[in-house]
Nanobody
Framework: QMQLVESGGGLVQAGGSLTLSCAAS??????MGWFRQAPGKDYEFVAA????????AYTDSVKGRFTLSRDNDKNTVYLRMNSLKPEDTAVYYC?????????????????WGQGTQVTVSS
């Protein structure tokens, strides 16, 4: 089993920054991803990172603004979000996949955190 706990969400003005953390316990070193869900909408892929942390992929809307990294010694994944926009407002979830690397499909992820709210005011 694997447990994921997100933290770092909050309220920020447009143009501001936040760093989300996802602490993993149990099985670790899986490829990880971040998704977000705005009210009334489906899960949206944000970013994914390989188990080593050597490669990351991003959805187009966050490229150049978000940076995904991981510290395997601390079993933690970080999503640095800069130049935040109101449309980034959502609950952000980290997830781990035991079988896929870099997937943008929620169904490819086996373990999920509880989510952390990010609200960007205009």
């Amino acid at each position: 089993q694997m447990q994921l706990v997100e933290s770092g969400g909050g309220l920020v003005q447009a143009g501001g920054s936040l760093t989300l953390s996802c602490a993993a316990s149990g099985r670790t070193f899986y490829p990880m991803g971040w998704f977000r869900q705005a009210p009334g909408k489906d899960y949206e892929f944000v970013a994914a990172i390989t188990s080593s942390g050597g490669n990351a992929a991003y959805t187009d809307s966050v490229k150049g603004r978000f940076t995904l990294s991981r510290d395997n010694d601390k079993n933690t994944v970080y999503l640095r979000m800069n130049s935040l926009k109101p449309e980034d407002t959502a609950v952000y979830y980290c997830a781990a996949s035991s079988g896929y690397t870099g997937s943008s499909y929620p169904s490819d992820y086996d373990y999920w955190g509880q989510g952390t709210q990010v609200t960007v005011s205009s």
